[in-house]
């Protein structure tokens, strides 16, 4: 024997090995107004014990029906009683199915199978987009558009109207019951207490009472059995539907984020290699050209160029005027040193030294300048260095969304295949139990509408 908890994981499994297949429902948990209803649990409620077997049975029924779900390996299992549930959980597949249906590898290969024999057929990666409920979708199907919005159309009448109004209409036909029983017992108090002729007319309207009591009881149970659990599971149907066409919806979304996102990798790639171009060329005309700078020695200049640099640094701002580039060094170096009074014969480096300590951190904006060149420093080292870098991870990313692209336009169109397949089916099937749901209800009030009429015609044979 199997519990139901089992029942509930071998559904949530299903679901997940094919989330493109309407998988059947089950009865759904009891709630606090269930237990609330009956005197004692719901677990050891008979009727409620009952109406769950037969709601179990059917769901069986309708995965072995099924033409897909029926060779399923771990449906095979939970048939076979002397299997550990909790062992065919922990093994393969279910244990390499992941919790998140976008949480799959991306293959190495683009060897598609058919989705009905792959768990999930999704893929991530960090290059790959993740779609949200509320994508817009550029181009969607005509034909799911328009099943969507028949399904909506049957969820609002099935769940919102026809279900709740059986639900009302089951539940007041089981009041009447009760209350022709208590009616008929009131009549059957009242006739013990006449006698003669009146006594049995008083008993025998407290028969025909009962009669009806019990009539309208059989009616009751055979309309909750053969009418309303079955309305009932095909409003579940529904969710279950759009369930199926909004992962078709996101598989698409999917589709189109990873080609908008393969396309603006393309562009960016393109600006940087034009750029690695321009530097290139750049690089190439300094190397050629013979400036003045590069004639002169450091011997001759008597200073380094980092001496050079950060002499031109000096500015009004720090106590200095500005020395024009245009001045010779030579007298850069007189201007510099008059100016500040070094003596004469310190050599250039003692002089730039000097200046570095008195006059490092003499304004924020050179000590801004400090900090912003240093956290430069850190986060690009080499700005040609860090260029060909991005170029390299942009054609990595752009070869795994050609992947991501390639597999994801074939599992949406295996997925929509697999869709349509179920749509048609699903309509044979509702076509078919929905003609026995109607007969079934016609026949109940029938038989009921027999009894009435018979305990009518009693009536009259006694007058």
């Not at 709630?31 to 077997?53: C, F, L, N, P, S």
């Not at 007041?172 to 008929?184: F, M, Y």
């Not at 979304?253 to 990798?265: F, T």
């Not at 870098?389 to 597999?407: A, H, N, P, R, W």
Request: aromatic letters at 6%; a neutral charge.
């Amino acid at each position: 024997m199997r519990r139901y908890s089992e029942f509930e994981s071998l559904k949530t499994a299903l679901t997940h090995l094919h989330p493109a297949i309407f998988v059947p429902p089950i009865p759904e948990k009891h709630g606090i107004t269930d237990y609330a209803h009956v005197q004692k649990r719901v677990k050891d409620d008979r009727e409620m014990i009952t109406k769950r077997k037969r709601t179990l049975q059917r769901f069986l029924r309708r995965l072995v029906s099924h033409p897909i779900l029926c060779h399923e390996h771990i449906f095979h299992c939970f048939l076979d009683t002397t299997v550990m549930w909790s062992t065919v959980l922990n093994q393969p597949p279910l244990s390499n199915t992941p919790k998140d249906i976008w949480g799959v590898s991306l293959p190495t290969d683009l060897s598609f199978a058919s989705l009905a024999k792959l768990p999930y057929g999704n893929f991530s990666s960090s290059s790959i987009p993740v779609p949200s409920a509320s994508h817009v979708l550029k181009s969607p199907d005509p034909r799911f558009l328009s099943f969507e919005r028949t399904v909506d159309r049957q969820t609002h009448h099935l769940h919102a109207g026809l279900d709740k109004s059986q639900r009302r209409f089951v539940r007041r036909l089981g009041e009447l019951t009760n209350d022709a029983n208590s009616l008929g017992s009131v009549y059957n108090s009242l006739g013990l207490n006449e006698t003669g002729p009146v006594a049995t007319a008083i008993a025998n309207i407290s028969k025909a009472t009962h009669n009806t009591g019990r009539e309208t009881r059989i009616m009751v149970r055979t309309m909750e059995s053969e009418v309303s659990e079955l309305m009932h599971e095909y409003s579940q149907y529904t969710r279950i539907a759009k369930d199926v066409l909004n992962y078709w919806r996101l598989k698409k979304a999917q589709l189109e984020l990873i080609e908008a996102s393969l396309e603006q990798k393309r562009q960016t790639l393109e600006r940087l290699i034009n750029t690695e171009k321009e530097a290139a060329l750049i690089d190439a005309a300094m190397q050629q050209r013979s400036p003045l700078a590069t004639s002169l020695t450091s011997d001759d200049m008597g200073l380094s160029a980092q001496d050079t640099d950060d002499t031109d640094s000096h500015s009004i701002e720090d106590g200095f005027f500005a020395i024009k580039k245009s001045t010779p060094v030579k007298e850069v170096i007189n201007i510099t040193s008059n100016t500040y009074e070094y003596p004469t014969g310190a050599s250039a480096l003692a002089i730039r030294e000097s200046k570095s300590r008195s006059k490092k951190w003499s304004s924020p904006r050179k000590l801004l300048d400090a900090v912003s060149t240093t956290i430069q420093s850190m986060m690009d080292v080499n700005p040609d260095v860090t260029r060909r870098q991005q170029i390299s991870g942009l054609k990595d990313t752009i070869i795994q969304l050609e992947k991501g692209m390639v597999k994801a336009q074939s599992e949406v169109e295996d997925v929509a295949i697999t869709i349509q397949q179920e749509i048609e089916r699903f309509n044979q099937q509702k076509e078919k139990e929905l003609r026995v749901i109607l007969i079934a209800y016609a026949k109940a009030h029938i038989v009921y509408c027999e009894e009435v009429i018979l305990a009518g015609m009693f009536f009259i044979k006694l007058e």
